[in-house]
């Protein structure tokens, strides 16, 4: 049993794979690609997020929004078993990522490098620009120079960087501005050709045109991998997310589709005082 | 219409006392420096000529110059850095990169520390049991400087860990995320990042190891040797022992042999130490972040 699915989906229209307009539509039909389960993490004894349970399907485009504090970040890096790099962290429950517990894969490397993350401070790498892009095709084992600049000007371009970084792509890339930086962070994140992208509040660091650009990447992006997109900014769930989660105190309120939770559809009256600015 | 109270006039006036006197406290302590270099200048200034440098001393040492105990030094120096270098930076990188935060860590680092404030004639004790008698390599260049490699030791891991702490942890997470190892993640970014201050410290160990004398007096050093040695298994003289040889064991050294021997080994100290501050200075200029 899959919770919030939207109506369309639950009636079965959507079992299979089915495109409108060439964009592609979340295989609800088909096993999740991930699976949470009784999920339960904890700092140094203190819970940050309780008993979750979701799933979240290939090609949906995921929101997770919430106040400060309320386990959303925790949640991200657990995805990506970064949990392990925090002592005081403890994970409970099980995760699984096509069908595969994460904490069975014995190669955690090899599960990160199929996981793009981008955060909410943006990271250039004290590396050049085309480096910074490079990087992960190199870990793949690219070596080609023809093949990594096609990388690096696909996802740069992706990221709607490319246009201001053309012409100085042996630049560092921890010397561009703010902005600048975290595009080339979701360049970054790109270039490992993820099946997976958790956005964690991405467009902080970015102007509101920027951020409208990349949203629209997003969008197209869905055809090819999953997002798991966590935000601040309730219109941004609104104008990206196919299903959104409610995460308030380390506990997940509600999760819906997300017309159905804007339009008032909630479980939890919370929920809306939330989405509608009632409480923060 | 501001007026000074009684309290405001008595905090000024304190303030200015004690600034008064932090800035005399830090001027005592460079009197000695200045009295030191000065002094070395004026008395040992006299002494030091080509000749000086690049000969042999004469006469039961009171004449003639220092070329074998610069030489000896060098050697010196030069095997310690090999033993104490990758040692020390390997094992900067481990309790840095790899190590997690549990018993066996805390313990290391509390070794490290202890290691440092071990004083130096204990070290020379604890050379002459283990490389001279245990390993039986004999009194020899290798000995000493394997003495002054374990005392150094903590120099090279302190400062090599406070370089890659350095490096902002943000960085090692970025890699990591994209999936790459701790070792892919040390050599792209890490290390490329931090060699320069690693480099830092190995100068500052040069100009420490080139002064030390209790560790190499029982394990290599001689006060005397009549050729240059020829490998690590010889004998040698050394800057800081012979100083310490003709001022205090031998009579009849003319006074400027002495300061000169001691205004040569400052003047290597010293240089070493420019040399570092200025390849600091010259790197803070590329910083990358």
């Not at chain 2, 030091?48 to 220092?66: C, K, N, Q, V, Y």
């Not at chain 2, 404030?117 to 001279?132: N, R």
């Not at chain 2, 000493?144 to 406070?162: D, W």
């Not at chain 2, 993640?185 to 004398?213: A, F, M």
Request: charged share 20%.
């Amino acid at each position: 049993m899959v919770d919030g699915l939207p109506a369309s989906a639950t009636a079965g229209v959507l079992a299979a794979a089915t495109t409108a307009g060439g964009v592609a539509s979340p295989l609800y039909g088909e096993p999740p690609i991930i699976e949470v389960r009784d999920l339960t993490i904890s700092y140094d004894g203190q819970p940050a997020l309780r008993d979750i349970s979701l799933d979240i399907f290939r090609h949906e485009i995921f929101g997770i929004i919430g106040p400060a504090n309320s386990g959303k970040t925790s949640f991200l890096r657990t995805l990506n078993r970064m949990d392990g790099f925090n002592p005081g962290m403890d994970v409970r429950g099980s995760i699984r990522l096509n069908g595969k517990d994460i904490n069975d894969w014995r190669n955690v490397y090899a599960l990160r490098s199929r996981i793009g993350v981008v955060f909410p401070l943006p990271v250039g790498l004290p590396l050049t620009v085309y480096d910074n892009v490079a990087f992960s095709p190199r870990l793949r084992g690219i070596r080609r120079k023809a093949d990594l600049d096609e990388v690096v000007e696909r996802c740069l371009t992706r990221a709607a960087l490319w246009d201001e970084v053309k012409d100085r792509l042996d630049s560092l890339g921890s010397l561009l501005s703010g902005g600048q930086q975290q595009r080339l962070t979701i360049a970054r994140a790109l270039s490992q050709e993820p099946e997976l992208l958790l956005l964690d509040e991405f467009s902080i660091a970015v102007d509101p045109v920027t951020t409208m650009r990349i949203e629209d990447v997003l969008r197209e992006l869905r055809s090819e991998l999953t997002i798991v997109l966590v935000t601040n900014l309730v219109q941004q769930a609104r104008r990206l997310a196919d299903r959104t989660a409610f995460f308030l105190m380390g506990e997940m309120v509600d999760i819906g589709a997300t017309e159905d939770l804007f339009e008032g559809r909630v479980r939890d009256e919370r929920t809306t005082g939330y989405i509608e600015g009632r409480f923060g | 219409m501001f007026t000074a109270t009684t309290l405001n006039r008595r905090s000024y006036r304190t303030q200015n006392v004690a600034r008064a006197v932090f800035f005399l406290m830090t001027v005592t302590l460079v009197i000695p420096v200045l009295i030191i270099i000065g002094t070395l200048v004026v008395k040992g200034g006299p002494a030091i000529s080509w000749e000086f440098l690049f000969t042999e001393p004469r006469d039961g040492m009171t004449a003639g110059g220092i070329f074998p105990a610069l030489v000896g030094t060098v050697w010196l120096v030069a095997v310690a850095l090999l033993a104490s270098v990758p040692v020390g930076v390997a094992a900067a990188l481990y309790l840095s990169e790899y190590a997690p935060d549990n018993l066996l860590t805390r313990t290391i680092n509390l070794a490290i520390i202890n290691l440092a404030g071990v004083p130096s004639i204990v070290h020379a004790l604890f050379g002459v049991g283990a490389f001279v008698l245990f390993f039986n390599i004999g009194a020899s260049i290798l000995a000493a400087s394997l003495t002054l490699a374990v005392m150094t030791l903590p120099v090279v891991i302190v400062a090599t860990r406070e370089s890659l702490q350095a490096v902002p942890q943000a960085f090692r997470e970025a890699c990591w995320n994209m999936g790459a190892t701790r070792w892919q993640t040390i050599r792209k970014v890490v290390l490329p990042n931090s060699i320069s201050g690693i480099l830092t410290g190995v100068i500052l160990e040069v100009s420490r190891t080139s002064g030390e004398t209790a560790p190499i007096m029982f394990t290599g050093a001689a006060a005397f040797v009549a050729f240059l040695p020829a490998s690590v298994f010889d004998q040698t003289m050394a800057m800081s022992y012979h100083l310490y040889y003709i001022a205090t064991q031998q009579t009849g050294v003319p006074e400027e042999i002495p300061f000169g021997v001691a205004l040569v080994l400052i003047s290597i100290v010293l240089m070493m130490n420019a040399i570092s501050i200025a390849f600091r200075v010259y790197l803070r200029g590329l910083k990358k972040w």
